[in-house]
């Protein structure tokens, strides 16, 4: 039915294809080294493969730009067609979840996160030797898949990516007292970090599909502050959420001197903040400090309302899409749109 009121649940609506391509991120044993295998599968396995929000996104984009086929060839080959683009746009979707684990993985490390996903962390179970090297794998894999769709576009795009991964992970590791405290820089850094990887996925997947320019950067716009929202909320939920809910540690952010959006916001109502955020969080009591000024403030408010404000812009571009009649196309913008409201009232 095309009532607008219609429950939809973006994640049960791809779930077939899910199932397939949580099969194929399994799949991958190589005889030479089971080891290395199984340690790049680990977060792949059954229970643990995550919200897959990322792969649900880009199967969900990909039938929201699917154009009407001109029928000038057979019925058979159109067909043909569209199921030949439909994998080639699912080996995008195992593309960026390998690249996101192996940034995960090494994340972990970085980061002395012990747990995530509710289990083990890699580095934890494994060692840090071979969780790096787990990362390396998987992110090979990712690029041998990438290089098998021979189109050069895309390759650049997801070379980027990578790119953008480490420039923001490093970004955040090593700032100025005046980069750690401005707010251009977080967003810049979170642009990097989250956001460039939904973005230029969703773009991969437009551009795949031989959209114009125009529909390509609709799609990177919607990727682009989905997954801003995304880290903002996350962001949030570092403050307010329980290890328990998140299934990994929270206040890790602070803890690790990493300041987000919700302690700028309170910088800016009491600027005196600062000199304890330049002091930096080695001293708990300087956590304990900067936490009071948080709930004295509303810096968790005001960057929810940012998380918001990008959740708005994402659903913008959906409905700037050029007007399409079919049920499936609907379905997949409306679920799409629904996504934008449940990243910014997600708790975990
Ligand atoms: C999670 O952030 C981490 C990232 C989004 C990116 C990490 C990137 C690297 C480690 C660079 C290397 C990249 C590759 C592809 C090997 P977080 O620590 O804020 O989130 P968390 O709470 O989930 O750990
Ligand atoms: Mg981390
Ligand atoms: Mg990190």
Request: charged share 25%; with cysteine.
């Amino acid at each position: 039915s095309s009532a607008v009121e219609e429950q939809l649940d973006p994640f049960s609506l791809v779930a077939d294809e899910l199932l397939i391509l949580a099969d194929r991120l399994r799949s991958m044993v190589v005889a030479e080294v089971p080891k290395l295998a199984s340690a790049a599968e680990y977060f792949f396995k059954l229970g643990v493969e995550g919200k897959r929000f990322r792969p649900t996104v880009l199967l969900l984009m990909a039938t929201a730009l699917d154009l009407p086929i001109t029928r000038q060839t057979s019925e058979a080959a159109v067909n043909t067609l569209a199921t030949e683009l439909r994998s080639r746009q699912q080996c995008i979707a195992e593309i960026t979840e390998r690249i996101h684990v192996a940034s995960l993985l090494h994340d972990d490390m970085l980061d002395d996160a012990d747990t995530r996903r509710g289990i083990g962390s890699l580095d934890f179970v494994v060692g840090d030797k071979s969780a790096v090297l787990a990362g390396d794998f998987l992110l090979s894999r990712a690029c041998v898949a990438l290089a098998s769709l021979e189109n050069t576009e895309v390759v650049s795009l997801l070379a980027k990516v990578v790119e953008h991964l480490v420039t923001g992970e490093t970004m955040q590791m090593s700032t100025t007292s005046d980069q750690r405290c401005s707010m251009e820089y977080y967003m810049e850094k979170t642009y990097y970090k989250t956001a460039s990887l939904v973005s230029n996925s969703c773009k991969a997947i437009a551009l795949l599909a031989g959209q114009t320019a125009e529909v390509s950067n609709l799609a990177f716009e919607y990727g682009k502050n989905l997954g801003l929202a995304f880290q903002l909320l996350d962001d949030v939920l570092d403050f307010t959420g329980t290890s328990t809910s998140l299934g990994k540690g929270s206040l890790s952010d602070i803890r690790h001197g990493i300041v987000t959006a919700p302690i700028l916001f309170a910088i800016e109502e009491y600027p005196e903040l600062r000199a304890i955020v330049n002091q930096g969080f080695e001293k708990s009591s300087n956590v304990d400090r900067a936490l009071e000024y948080l709930s004295m403030g509303s810096g968790i408010q005001r960057t929810r309302e940012l998380a918001t404000k990008h959740a708005r812009l994402a659903s913008a571009a959906i409905d700037a899409l050029p007007e399409n009649e079919d049920e499936a196309v609907q379905r997949s913008r409306r679920a799409l749109v629904e996504l934008t409201h449940i990243v910014i009232t997600r708790t975990k």
